[in-house]
């Protein structure tokens, strides 16, 4: 049984209540807010900070780069000359593989169709000889004699022919045309039975 009458104002009375719910829950609001501010600043700082050491890691590598960049200019420029001089070299060449093809055909014809020639193979070398001009700045020359010392091309012939008349025949017409330094006759085979029978060889020529 209530011993007392509350005459307050009801504005009044909710206000007081809403201050009182105020006081309990403000600080508990205000630490969170606190709490979520400090974790945002931490996360900021350390974004900046790995910002920062991303942008002196790249002006750090900023020379590298560079360098990189020059040293593939460099190699495409080392490239080209060195494409250049194989051309150069081509041409200077007494006796260029085109025209080996030729004298190769012509022998081959001289034969009476008694010689046929199946594969051909093109091996080229050089010596040391433009390499030691380059290091030592010499001149370079056109001359043939000194291009036939530094360069060497091999060709081989494989073919086939009736007897070896016809192939020994082939390898002199080889020679007598001038065009090669050295022209060797490998190999002969016989393939083939009694009836029909035919001489495998193999000829290297040199220029």
């Known amino acids: 049984m209530n011993t007392h009458l509350n005459l307050l ?9 809403i201050r009182r719910r105020l006081a309990v829950w403000a600080p508990i609001w205000l630490a969170l807010i606190l709490l979520g501010a400090a974790n945002w600043w931490a996360s900021y700082a350390a974004c ?14 900023q020379p ?15 490239e080209e000359l060195n494409s250049r001089e194989n051309v150069l070299d081509d ?13 190769i055909g012509r022998s081959a ?20 000889a433009p390499a030691a001009r380059r290091q030592t700045g010499a001149p370079r020359q056109a001359g043939a004699a000194e291009h036939a010392s530094d360069a060497v091309s091999r060709i081989t012939l494989d073919g086939a022919g009736l007897d070896n008349q016809a192939i020994a025949a082939f390898v002199e017409a080889l020679k007598s045309t001038g065009a090669f330094r050295q022209v060797e006759l490998n190999s002969t085979i016989r393939t083939g039975d009694e009836i029909d029978a035919m001489r495998t060889f193999v000829v290297t020529c040199e220029y």
């Open 109 to 128: 014809a001289a034969c009476g169709g008694r010689v046929r020639v199946n594969r051909m193979v093109l091996e080229r070398s050089k010596t040391t």
């Open 9 to 17: 104002p009801v504005g009044y009375l909710r206000a007081r209540l």
């Open 48 to 61: 900046d900070e790995a910002a920062a050491a991303r942008e002196a890691r790249e002006r750090q590598y």
């Open 91 to 103: 041409l200077l060449e007494p006796h260029p593989p085109l025209s080996g093809l030729g004298f």
């Open 64 to 78: 590298v780069q560079r360098t990189t960049t020059q040293v593939n200019v460099l190699r495409r420029q080392i």
